[in-house]
Each structure stands twice: as C-alpha cells, then as structure tokens.
Nanobody, 115 residues
Framework: QVQLVESGGGLVQAGGSLRLSCAASGSMFSFYAMGWYRQAPGKQRELVARITSGGSTNYGGSVKGRFTISRDNAKNTVYLQMNSLKPEDTAVYYC?????????WGQGTQVTVSS
C-alpha cells in the first residue's frame, strides 16, 4: 500500500498562489493515477484534478484555467499549482493514488484563502 504525504498548504490572500506537493512511498508510483481532491466544511469531497500514469490530465470545473497538476516520477511526487486563488477554494486538500479503482489517501493539507 502506498503512503502519501501532502505539504504546501497554508493561508493566502485572494488572488495569490500556492503549490501543493504529495510525496509517495514505494517503487510503483509511476503506475498510479494520481489525484487531488478537496473537502470544505459541510461539503462532500470533490475532485480538483487528476493525472494518469501516462500524463493525461483533467480538472474540476471550478478550477480549470487556474490550477495545474503535474507529476515527477523520478521524485515520486505529484504537484498542484494553484493560481488566482479564491475564498471558495478554502478546504482540506487530499492527495490520492488510484490503482484498479482502489484509492489510497494522504492525511490532507489545509488551504485557507482570505478575502
């Protein structure tokens, strides 16, 4: 089972940027599809962005054009570059590694955007 550790969250003003990182354990990282999800208080967890093992990406509608997901297989790390942040982006952001429909989750990192 892959272990995931997120970092890079914090407090930022609206319009600012943050980059989240998710470091994975093990030697199978390049075979996983990776995703970033978020959950705001009182809301369901939602997809932010995901990237396949081949590098194809897709994004949740509210972040298209503002967020970019990328991966570095040599470093076993997936990134989420978040630009033009809005207060509604405030949530706990979770990294996920997906294989054969099974999700492995990180512990999450808080992102707070002040207006």
């Amino acid at each position: 089972q892959v272990q995931l550790v997120e970092s890079g969250g914090g407090l930022v003003q609206a319009g600012g940027s943050l980059r989240l990182s998710c470091a994975a354990s093990g030697s199978m990282f390049s075979f996983y599809a990776m995703g970033w999800y978020r959950q705001a208080p009182g809301k369901q967890r939602e997809l932010v962005a995901r990237i396949t093992s081949g590098g194809s990406t897709n994004y949740g509608g509210s972040v298209k054009g503002r967020f970019t997901i990328s991966r570095d297989n040599a470093k076993n790390t997936v990134y989420l570059q978040m630009n033009s942040l809005k207060p509604e982006d405030t949530a706990v952001y979770y990294c996920a590694a997906v294989s054969y429909g099974e999700f492995n989750w990180g512990q999450g990192t808080q992102v707070t955007v002040s207006s």
